[in-house]
């Protein structure tokens, strides 16, 4: 039986259920290890994957005896199969995090199940650690998106628009091995800079736009996520001394990201330290990555989570001026027991690129 | 008010609700008219799009009086807000379909829903029926697909890989003005092909594939759909003749997608044909494109739904033999009046590709 199927059944025994069905692709891609779909199901002796007839091919040629899964094709199964997963099963675990709330009454249905149970992220929790291979795969994504960086710095001129620059990025990551784009690109120049969440558009880049490159690669299913706010052509005072202020915060939470530190604590460090300056910071100071973009733990005010060694996690404090200009700096960050180590490793010494 | 929240407030009276939750973001694309995130509350009196500091500048800058709409950022918005949307309506609808089970308890606390009620695809179904915008999306997105396939049978060699196909495919719509990719694409030779959802491999094209190439298109949101099946270098005899069996079969199809057809019984003719000559149809003949790849209508052997004017679906037969190969017939096609109008525009003539 594969490790990950080993821990995922001790926190089953801990949760007291004994039988577990997963259908978030995400979760299955972390099983099995190939993004196909289907269903996982566990029960008390057996550990079986469903799919069907565009996958099963494949699935049987990649999975091993030591996989310890029995596979089947959905047509070759009927209404008495399913009834008969989890027939000595008292509680059954779902995914009520992904699972719609229609496909939750077919699963009532469908199994026959007498006590469902919810499992709160059973599989999310576990996937925060990163084994070896994981934490290969994002080291590959974040090189990747370091060598783009260097790549930009030379070739963003001012008078380029901004959705030039994310079709660059995007061409650089498909010809340089990644897989593509981890998430959608935003390149947000000038006023667009205050949006955090601004969609590269038609804008110039004009002399004095700072200019937020939010981007990451994925290898293999894996992700990268990596922020730098660069200046086109010059860089007043007024936006060094913000660009100052926030590496230094971003720095400062780097250092507090090890293993044993509360999530919350350092969230409110930062946040502390831009009240006392009469800023604010309006998003999660970070959140973990791995197949998701966007995954356990969350670095935010109320996060509770206590990092651990091999968890990976963003660090990405901005401030925003609505209609005037924003900066944010983030890196992608392994969680190490004495210290973090950033995976993300391109500069963040003030870079003015095209300058005059 | 906006056409579309004006069809919507008339299906929520037949449906007896007065209230309405939409947190879909293709639903949200969709009424809103750009990509954000948020909720939109429809209630007795009001349109309400709920969103963040992320978002709430541009939807601002967006949205006109004529929409109908009032934006709140959330952070705004107390529990007596929540609470206050839906006091008066009886029944309130939820998207059963997207929300999460998780989610879905929460719906009920925060808004303190008297009744909650399934909404079956309310606003899904809306959309199956596309306007003069939406087919002009989609139709670019269809003659961009066109475009790199013209280009593909000159571009595609013996000895390449099906990776550098697929790579070569998303370059090729990022420099011609779609969004990207509509879905991952596939590129599937030789005994692959006999997978109908391979991922492109290192496998090399050799003399006498068959290369199965399924790919789309975004534009604004908009997807299209295309699978062609060419063959490198030659073709056999027993290739031509199946390949010429599924082309009828795709034609024929094509010819019954008409305003009035009933979607399951187009796809049982298809099957029927190809049992009486001992294939089956692994697959659902076709669905509906438009802002996700794949959504209603779904063409299959028990979609009782009836095709409409201005639906956009596709048809795909497929024929798969196990460890030898398989080919596949695909168009994104709109349903017309009296006869359906289909978008790709390619060949679908027998193509040999890089004949020696």
Do not use: W
């Not at 929790?125 to 998106?145: F, G, L, P, S, W």
């Not at 660009?243 to 230094?248: V, W």
């Not at 044993?260 to 350092?266: H, L, T, W, Y």
């Amino acid at each position: 039986m594969n490790y990950k199927i080993r821990a995922i059944r001790e926190k089953m025994k801990l949760q007291n259920i004994q039988g577990l069905i997963i259908t978030n692709p995400l979760n299955i891609r972390y099983i099995i290890g190939i993004p196909v779909e289907g269903t996982v199901i566990i029960n008390k002796l057996e550990n079986i994957f469903v799919t069907d007839a565009r996958y099963i091919e494949e699935v049987n040629n990649f999975l091993t005896i030591n996989d310890g899964f029995i596979v089947y094709d959905s047509k070759d199964l009927n209404d008495i199969d399913y009834f008969g997963f989890f027939a000595d099963c008292e509680n059954v675990g779902f995914e009520e995090n992904y699972v719609t709330f229609h496909d939750y009454q077919n699963l009532l249905r469908k199994y026959r199940i007498k006590n469902i149970e919810e499992t709160e992220n059973i599989i999310e929790k576990q996937r925060m650690i990163k084994d070896e291979k994981e934490i290969e795969y994002i080291e590959k994504a974040c090189h990747i998106t370091d060598e783009c960086f260097t790549y930009l710095t030379n070739f963003i001129k001012i008078g380029m628009t901004e959705k030039q620059i994310s079709l660059e990025i995007e061409k650089y990551f498909l010809e340089h091995g990644a897989d593509g784009l981890a998430f959608e690109t935003i390149v947000a120049s000038g006023v667009n800079s205050s949006k955090p969440h601004a969609i590269p558009s038609d804008k110039i880049i004009r002399y004095g736009d700072p200019i937020t490159i939010d981007f990451g690669a994925k290898y293999n299913g894996y992700c990268s996520d990596m922020t730098r706010t660069i200046f086109a052509g010059t860089i007043s005072e007024e936006l060094k001394n913000l660009y100052n202020f926030i590496l230094k915060n971003q720095l400062k939470a780097t250092k507090e990201m090890k293993d044993g530190a509360i999530a919350k604590n350092i969230s409110r460090m930062v946040e502390n330290e831009f009240y006392l300056n009469n800023y604010s910071l309006i998003h999660a100071l970070g959140h973990g990555v791995g197949l998701n973009i966007h995954e356990l733990p969350y670095i935010s005010h109320n996060s509770q989570t206590m990092l651990k060694e091999n968890m990976i996690v963003t660090n990405e404090p901005g401030i925003y001026m609505p209609g005037n200009y924003g900066i944010r700096i983030e890196d992608t960050i392994r969680i190490g027991k004495l210290e973090s180590e950033v995976l993300t490793k391109s500069s963040k010494e003030i870079i003015v690129v095209d300058p005059k």
